[in-house]
């Protein structure tokens, strides 16, 4: 089955692969990773055909460039900076350095080598390209999107007749969407949310820049793990369980008190929180949840902001752990009157059908030829193919939580 082109736009990809981007290109154009595909679905095969699809989508990626009309809405975004987007206008995909094989007990392995500024842009198109062409082939698709449209009409009609409210929300769903005409359908529609009479809830924007540019929305997104993990973890003089102080003074000096919203569970956020004092809890405008328990991280966080004198009402949670708009109501109304709240609700908005998605990542495994680690607040969630140096983190992180 050869399908149509899936991605065909550079700016098809999350925010804060830009925001991260113009800070790698400032700060750390030297850096060298390696990324690894993996499948959390036990239930699930990728046929040789279909990555024979994955590979012809991904050369046909390689083969794009920005415009000029791309680079300039880049350009007019407040935080980015002329001389990223010069950069950007040179910059192009490299299929070089992807490595695309059966060898996996899923049927599919993707590694991906290169500058740190490369293999970086490459983690969401990659993983949009292996969704859309695993449900257009493993199932009738034509079924599983009039499935994606019923569920999409019943959980907007929550929204707007304000059965829920979840405040201000956004859509994260690029990276595991069912395919480009469903998120984009998502988007639109929810996008006339705002125009409705009865509904409080907010849409604000969508991660996918290529999206938030054809519908004017706010294209979303700051950090992730990869920052804190590259940043903090890629310097091996540094001791990683201070992997979050470099990250977010890298980040400040980047973007100062703009474009601020910081991850805490990339190394657990109880050792993110030994690092978020008060000046960099001052400057950033809020922090990211991504998982554990959002109630119990939620009251840490308003605890935290507390103790260090700062008021929470001037200050955002932003949920964007496996989100649905049931779950946004339930914490919405737990926290609203204490602490700015937001949400960023992905896979529920884009790749909601009769069938389960895929719990797919790309996660960045080595940087400078030596391993990083996601450790994250919950067993399943971490990545590191190399279990002695989790160990060796664990016991750096043990050591500043128990003795500093």
């Known amino acids: 089955m050869i399908m149509d082109q899936i991605i065909h736009s550079l700016l098809e990809t999350d925010m804060y692969k830009l925001s991260m981007g113009q800070a790698i290109y400032h700060h750390f154009s030297d850096y060298k990773t390696t990324w690894s595909f993996k499948c959390r679905n036990k239930d699930v095969h990728f046929t040789p055909e279909m990555v024979e699809e994955i590979r012809r989508q991904i050369k046909l990626y390689c083969g794009l460039r920005f415009t000029e009309d791309e680079l300039a809405y880049i350009d007019n975004i407040k935080w980015m900076k002329g001389s990223y987007v010069d950069f950007l206008r040179l910059w192009q995909p490299?299929?070089?350095?992807?490595?695309?094989?059966?060898?996996?007990?899923?049927?599919?392995?993707?590694?991906?080598?290169?500058?740190?500024?490369?293999?970086?842009?490459?983690?969401?198109?990659?993983?949009?390209?292996?969704?859309e062409v695993y449900f257009r082939m493993a199932?009738?698709?034509?079924?599983?999107?009039?499935?994606?449209?019923?569920?999409?009409?019943a959980k907007y009609e929550k929204l707007r007749n304000g059965h829920l409210y979840i405040g201000t929300f956004s859509e994260f769903g690029l990276r595991r969407r069912l395919s480009a005409e469903a998120q984009e359908l998502a988007v639109e529609k929810l996008s006339h949310l705002n125009d409705t009479k009865h509904s409080s809830s907010k849409f604000i924007g969508t991660s996918n820049v290529y999206l938030a540019k054809k519908y004017n929305l706010t294209p979303v997104g700051t950090m992730a793990h990869e920052w804190i993990m590259c940043s903090g973890q890629g310097n091996h003089k540094h001791n990683p369980s201070y992997?979050?102080?470099?990250?977010?003074?890298?980040?400040?000096?980047?973007?100062?008190?703009?474009?601020?919203?910081?991850?805490?569970?990339?190394?657990?956020?109880?050792?993110?929180?030994?690092?978020?004092?008060?000046?960099?809890?001052?400057?950033?405008?809020?922090?990211?949840?991504?998982?554990?328990?959002?109630?119990?991280?939620?009251?840490?966080?308003?605890?935290?902001?507390?103790?260090?004198?700062?008021?929470?009402?001037?200050?955002?949670?932003?949920?964007?752990?496996?989100?649905?708009?049931?779950?946004?109501?339930?914490?919405?109304h737990h926290f609203h009157n204490r602490v700015n709240v937001a949400f960023g609700i992905g896979t529920y908005i884009s790749n909601d059908t009769d069938v389960p998605a895929l719990n797919i990542v790309m996660k960045t495994t080595k940087c400078n030829g030596m391993d990083v680690a996601k450790l994250s607040d919950v067993e399943g969630k971490g990545m590191c193919k190399n279990p002695e140096y989790v160990d060796y983190l664990r016991r750096c992180i043990d050591w500043r939580m128990n003795y500093e």
Not at 99 to 104: G, N, P, W, Y
Not at 139 to 153: A, C
Request: hydrophobic share 35%.
């Open 94 to 131: 490299r299929y070089e350095d992807f490595e695309i094989t059966t060898d996996s007990d899923c049927g599919l392995a993707i590694e991906t080598k290169g500058t740190w500024l490369n293999t970086s842009m490459y983690e969401i198109p990659t993983l949009a390209i292996v969704n």
């Open 139 to 153: 199932y009738d698709y034509d079924e599983l999107f009039e499935s994606f449209k019923r569920r999409l009409d």
């Open 243 to 332: 992997s979050n102080w470099y990250a977010l003074d890298a980040w400040v000096k980047e973007y100062g008190v703009l474009n601020g919203i910081a991850l805490t569970d990339t190394i657990t956020t109880d050792c993110f929180l030994k690092d978020f004092q008060l000046t960099y809890a001052t400057l950033f405008s809020g922090v990211r949840h991504d998982s554990g328990d959002p109630i119990a991280w939620g009251e840490k966080m308003i605890k935290h902001y507390e103790s260090l004198g700062i008021d929470p009402k001037t200050k955002t949670l932003l949920f964007s752990d496996s989100l649905d708009f049931d779950k946004a109501d339930q914490l919405f």
